[in-house]
């Protein structure tokens, strides 16, 4: 009876242990690391850290690989948001003498070009490939449509309108 017993839970604990590596169960820790960390890192190529700031939909600290274009990246953080001033996008790139880089320099890039422009007037410098520690900043621009204005004039002639039905009824009695 032992023996059979012995044999029963040998052969139940022997599947725990033939999982297929390819399989894992959960989130593997490599793969996202902090709340607004995120690893699209290759493990074949050398991989840069960047950071992403702005009206973005999922800005933070990304692992990309080496050789990664700005495009490339905008499209791993989701996208821009409708608020994004496409125009003004900047690539704040830090003094690094082993990547040649002599000073520090603000990179301005412009994708309206890509979006509305017939005929794109300066190809190379629209995509440009990162360099590891760059801080990509995408501007705000605020766009204000006809229902913001309705409140702002619902509100001040509610006012309006209550004062004077107020002047009314004292000067009435």
Do not use: H
Request: glycine letters at 8%; charged letters at 25%.
């Amino acid at each position: 009876m032992k023996t059979i017993l012995i044999i029963i839970l040998t052969l139940l604990t022997l599947g725990a242990f033939a999982q297929d590596k390819n399989e894992k169960i959960g989130i593997p820790d490599d793969f996202k690391i902090g709340t607004n960390y995120f690893n699209y890192g290759d493990k074949d190529k050398v991989n840069i850290d960047v950071f992403v700031w702005g009206s973005i939909r999922v800005p933070g600290k990304y692992l990309i690989p080496q050789g990664t274009t700005l495009m490339e990246l905008l499209t791993l953080c989701g996208g821009p948001i409708n608020e994004s001033k496409l125009e003004d996008i900047r690539i704040v790139r830090l003094k690094n003498d082993t990547l040649g880089v002599k000073e520090d320099k603000v990179l301005t890039v412009d994708y309206n070009e890509y979006l509305w422009e017939k005929q794109i007037t300066k190809p190379g410098k629209l995509n440009p490939v990162l360099y590891p520690g760059d801080m990509i900043m995408i501007p705000n621009s605020p766009k204000y449509n006809f229902r913001d204005n309705l409140y702002l004039i619902l509100g001040v002639t509610t006012t309006l309108v209550s004062i004077a039905t107020l002047i009314v009824t004292v000067t009435r009695y």
